[in-house]
């Protein structure tokens, strides 16, 4: 499945997914917001392009997002 037919809680489940594999500092997570200022849908698909840009593919797919497990998925 593409970005572009994702649900809206696909996309922030995939974006989850991505994040949680990146290390947390300020610089990683301002790349998204100047991509993407106040418009969270912008923010999810960022965070997406950069995991596939990293991994080649989703993280529910491949990489080390794949092994990411959400509390909602639980």
């Not at 949680?20 to 790349?31: K, V």
């Amino acid at each position: 499945m593409t970005k572009e037919k994702m649900s809206l809680r696909q996309m922030q489940k995939e974006a989850a997914r991505a994040i949680s594999t990146m290390q947390a500092t300020n610089n990683n997570i301002s790349q998204f917001n100047k991509l993407a200022h106040h418009n969270s849908q912008l923010w999810y698909s960022a965070v997406i392009d950069w995991y596939v840009e990293q991994y080649g593919d989703l993280p529910s797919k491949t990489g080390p997002g794949k092994d990411v497990i959400l509390l909602h998925d639980v």
